[in-house]
């Protein structure tokens, strides 16, 4: 049987290249033996069930369309309740929570997928390079995080919802130095890049969860481990 990975919405959450992160998933399986099927559901076509999810980030518009296409569709909240992994990043870290601010001060309901909830703030636009290390606690050792971020909303953790990471350099979610979040299989980053293609062991914990196994084996991250040590990880 083939692993799913589905990509939601690239035409409408596709600003920050966030798609890269399905394709950073596919090659490192299929490079370790697993078969792969990788789909990409645009606006207007059902959402399949699958293995694991990616959305990624995008502009207000975009990201309030594709809030109300995944509500109407159902499919990703039944997969995600029954144990398909979720990788949010940004936009889609905001859909998937309680509500967020839109543009105009408009508060849109999320699906409620996570309990987090984000606000717009009176300071400037989050836009930069950010490092964080990663502090939750359920998900063993993966290194410092690299990425950039380019948000205007700050996203707050309810109960229940560790922080996937605090910040060392950047905004991230912008309440008490924390970035991300992590409950059951869903992992939210405010981190772009493509985040998994700048962090290759957050892709191999998500394949750790996707696939159901306990670990994978190590490949050779030579370039990646170059790049991030370029950047002073
Ligand atoms: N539109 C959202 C915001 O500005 C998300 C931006 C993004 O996905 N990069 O907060």
């Not at 306990?214 to 050779?220: A, F, G, K, R």
Request: glycine share 14%; aromatic share 6%.
């Amino acid at each position: 049987m083939s692993l799913k990975i589905c990509t939601l919405y690239p035409d409408l959450l596709g600003t920050y290249g966030d798609g890269g992160n399905a394709l950073i998933l596919d090659r490192r399986a299929t490079w370790r033996g697993y078969e792969v099927e990788r789909l990409a559901v645009r606006a207007g076509e059902p959402v399949p069930v699958a293995d694991l999810y990616c959305i990624g980030g995008g502009e207000d518009g975009p990201q309030v369309r594709a809030t109300a296409l995944l509500k109407e569709s159902g499919t990703l909240d039944g997969a995600v309740r029954d144990g398909a992994v979720l990788l949010a990043v940004c936009a889609g870290f905001q859909i998937i929570g309680r509500r967020f601010a839109a543009a105009e001060g408009r508060d849109v309901e999320g699906l409620g997928l996570l309990d987090v909830e984000t606000v717009r703030s009176d300071e400037p636009r989050a836009v930069g390079e950010v490092t964080a290390t990663l502090t939750a606690s359920s998900l063993g050792h993966v290194p410092a995080l690299s990425g950039f971020e380019n948000h205007g909303g700050r996203t707050r953790l309810g109960a229940g919802v560790e922080p996937l990471a605090f910040v060392t350099k950047g905004v991230g979610n912008g309440f008490g130095g924390t970035e991300g979040a992590v409950a059951g299989r869903i992992l939210a980053t405010y981190l772009h890049g493509p985040v998994l293609a700048r962090n290759p062991a957050l892709a191999d914990l998500l394949l750790t969860w996707a696939l159901h196994v306990p670990e994978l084996e190590p490949l050779d991250d030579a370039l990646h481990d170059a790049l991030r040590t370029e950047r002073g990880l």
